[in-house]
Protein backbone atom coordinates (compact mmCIF):
# COMPACT_ATOMS: atom_id res chain seq x y z
CA UNK A 1 0.00 0.00 0.00
CA UNK A 2 1.29 3.20 -0.87
CA UNK A 3 -0.25 6.55 1.38
CA UNK A 4 -0.41 9.69 -1.69
CA UNK A 5 -1.12 12.42 -0.40
CA UNK A 6 -3.05 15.03 -2.77
CA UNK A 7 -2.31 18.40 -2.57
CA UNK A 8 -4.02 20.58 -5.67
CA UNK A 9 -5.94 22.74 -2.86
CA UNK A 10 -2.99 23.03 -0.63
CA UNK A 11 0.16 23.41 -2.04
CA UNK A 12 2.15 23.63 0.86
CA UNK A 13 0.96 20.86 2.60
CA UNK A 14 2.88 18.07 3.98
CA UNK A 15 2.19 15.38 6.15
CA UNK A 16 5.44 12.95 7.51
CA UNK A 17 3.72 9.73 6.47
CA UNK A 18 2.96 9.56 2.93
CA UNK A 19 4.98 8.10 0.50
CA UNK A 20 4.38 10.41 -1.90
CA UNK A 21 3.05 14.24 -2.45
CA UNK A 22 0.93 14.62 -5.63
CA UNK A 23 -0.21 18.53 -6.83
CA UNK A 24 -1.97 16.50 -9.41
CA UNK A 25 -6.18 16.78 -9.64
CA UNK A 26 -8.16 13.96 -7.49
CA UNK A 27 -9.41 12.86 -10.90
CA UNK A 28 -6.21 12.11 -12.75
CA UNK A 29 -4.71 10.53 -9.70
CA UNK A 30 -7.87 8.33 -9.77
CA UNK A 31 -7.13 7.19 -12.98
CA UNK A 32 -4.59 5.08 -12.13
CA UNK A 33 -6.82 2.70 -10.82
CA UNK A 34 -9.85 0.52 -11.42
CA UNK A 35 -11.86 1.94 -8.82
CA UNK A 36 -11.48 4.56 -6.21
CA UNK A 37 -13.25 3.86 -2.35
CA UNK A 38 -14.64 6.61 -0.34
CA UNK A 39 -12.82 5.65 2.97
CA UNK A 40 -13.73 8.29 5.98
CA UNK A 41 -15.98 5.80 7.34
CA UNK A 42 -15.01 2.57 6.47
CA UNK A 43 -14.52 0.06 9.19
CA UNK A 44 -13.00 -2.93 7.10
CA UNK A 45 -11.74 -3.32 4.09
CA UNK A 46 -13.44 -4.54 0.87
CA UNK A 47 -12.64 -7.84 -0.70
CA UNK A 48 -11.10 -7.00 -4.37
CA UNK A 49 -10.89 -9.70 -7.17
CA UNK A 50 -7.61 -10.50 -7.76
CA UNK A 51 -5.82 -7.54 -10.24
CA UNK A 52 -8.28 -4.72 -9.30
CA UNK A 53 -6.37 -1.54 -8.66
CA UNK A 54 -8.21 -0.17 -5.99
CA UNK A 55 -7.16 3.34 -4.46
CA UNK A 56 -9.29 4.35 -0.96
CA UNK A 57 -9.80 7.86 -0.85
CA UNK A 58 -10.32 9.53 2.50
CA UNK A 59 -10.49 13.41 3.60
CA UNK A 60 -10.90 13.20 7.60
CA UNK A 61 -7.40 12.54 9.34
CA UNK A 62 -8.41 11.10 11.37
CA UNK A 63 -9.34 8.33 9.10
CA UNK A 64 -6.03 8.73 7.47
CA UNK A 65 -4.43 7.60 10.80
CA UNK A 66 -6.46 4.62 11.37
CA UNK A 67 -6.77 3.29 7.30
CA UNK A 68 -2.87 3.44 7.45
CA UNK A 69 -2.36 1.01 10.10
CA UNK A 70 -4.73 -0.97 7.76
CA UNK A 71 -4.04 -4.07 5.92
CA UNK A 72 -5.92 -2.24 2.62
CA UNK A 73 -5.97 -4.19 -1.06
CA UNK A 74 -4.33 -1.35 -2.57
CA UNK A 75 -3.29 2.71 -2.02
CA UNK A 76 -4.62 5.21 0.41
CA UNK A 77 -5.40 8.48 -1.16
CA UNK A 78 -5.11 11.13 1.12
CA UNK A 79 -6.93 14.75 0.04
CA UNK A 80 -7.54 16.65 3.66
CA UNK A 81 -10.65 18.71 3.55
CA UNK A 82 -10.47 22.15 4.90
CA UNK A 83 -11.01 21.40 8.89
CA UNK A 84 -7.73 18.17 8.25
CA UNK A 85 -5.86 21.27 6.91
CA UNK A 86 -6.13 22.95 10.31
CA UNK A 87 -6.21 19.55 12.21
CA UNK A 88 -2.41 19.17 10.44
CA UNK A 89 -1.29 22.99 10.54
CA UNK A 90 -2.13 22.49 14.66
CA UNK A 91 -0.33 19.09 14.82
CA UNK A 92 2.51 21.44 13.18
CA UNK A 93 2.45 24.31 14.86
CA UNK A 94 4.78 25.38 18.24
CA UNK A 95 2.44 26.62 21.08
CA UNK A 96 2.92 27.89 24.97
CA UNK A 97 2.55 26.56 27.72
CA UNK A 98 3.10 27.15 31.76
CA UNK A 99 6.88 25.81 32.18
CA UNK A 100 6.02 25.65 35.92
CA UNK A 101 3.09 26.37 38.13
CA UNK A 102 1.81 30.05 38.05
CA UNK A 103 -0.18 31.29 40.91
CA UNK A 104 -3.43 33.45 39.96
CA UNK A 105 -2.36 37.13 39.84
CA UNK A 106 1.19 36.43 39.06
CA UNK A 107 2.99 38.47 36.27
CA UNK A 108 4.39 36.43 34.05
CA UNK A 109 7.92 36.34 32.69
CA UNK A 110 10.01 34.49 30.08
CA UNK A 111 10.84 31.90 32.29
CA UNK A 112 7.01 31.25 33.39
CA UNK A 113 6.57 30.02 29.15
CA UNK A 114 7.52 26.49 27.59
CA UNK A 115 7.22 26.07 23.69
CA UNK A 116 5.36 22.72 22.56
CA UNK A 117 4.72 21.15 19.29
CA UNK A 118 0.84 20.45 18.66
CA UNK A 119 -0.65 22.23 21.82
CA UNK A 120 -3.71 23.79 21.80
CA UNK A 121 -2.33 27.17 23.29
CA UNK A 122 -1.28 30.63 22.04
CA UNK A 123 1.14 30.31 19.02
CA UNK A 124 4.12 30.55 20.61
CA UNK A 125 5.14 33.51 18.15
CA UNK A 126 2.85 35.70 20.74
CA UNK A 127 5.63 34.92 23.62
CA UNK A 128 6.90 38.53 23.35
CA UNK A 129 2.96 39.74 23.66
CA UNK A 130 2.18 37.61 26.32
CA UNK A 131 5.14 38.19 29.00
CA UNK A 132 4.48 40.79 31.53
CA UNK A 133 0.76 40.15 31.89
CA UNK A 134 -1.15 38.77 34.76
CA UNK A 135 -2.28 35.43 35.08
CA UNK A 136 -6.31 35.58 35.78
CA UNK A 137 -6.64 32.18 36.89
CA UNK A 138 -3.38 29.75 38.68
CA UNK A 139 -2.18 27.62 36.03
CA UNK A 140 -0.49 24.09 36.41
CA UNK A 141 2.62 23.29 34.87
CA UNK A 142 2.27 22.00 31.44
CA UNK A 143 -0.91 24.08 30.83
CA UNK A 144 -1.69 25.51 27.53
CA UNK A 145 -1.77 29.49 28.04
CA UNK A 146 -4.61 30.87 26.07
CA UNK A 147 -5.50 34.51 25.99
CA UNK A 148 -8.48 34.46 28.25
CA UNK A 149 -6.74 33.16 30.98
CA UNK A 150 -4.17 36.59 31.23
CA UNK A 151 -4.64 40.26 31.63
CA UNK A 152 -5.45 42.39 28.39
CA UNK A 153 -2.57 45.03 29.15
CA UNK A 154 0.64 43.99 29.96
CA UNK A 155 1.50 45.03 33.68
CA UNK A 156 4.65 47.33 33.91
CA UNK A 157 7.01 44.50 35.24
CA UNK A 158 9.57 46.84 36.61
CA UNK A 159 6.90 48.63 38.54
CA UNK A 160 5.45 45.64 39.97
CA UNK A 161 6.49 44.22 43.40
CA UNK A 162 7.20 40.38 43.32
CA UNK A 163 6.68 40.77 39.28
CA UNK A 164 6.77 37.44 37.75
CA UNK A 165 7.50 35.68 41.29
CA UNK A 166 3.94 34.83 41.77
CA UNK A 167 2.82 37.65 44.01
CA UNK A 168 0.28 40.51 43.02
Known amino acids: MRRIL ?20 LVEVAARYHVVIPADHLSE ?16 LDAFDRLRRLALGGDLLFKPSP ?6 LRRGRRTLVA ?5 AGANLDRADLAEVIGGAGIG ?3 G ?11 LAEGTPVDFGMISEDPVDVADAPGAG ?3 A
Open 45 to 60: PPMLADGVRAAFLCTD
Open 6 to 25: LTADAPDLTVETVDEATSAP
Open 99 to 103: ARAVA
Open 165 to 167: RGE
Open 128 to 138: PAVVGRRALYA
Open 124 to 126: AEH
Open 83 to 88: VARLDL
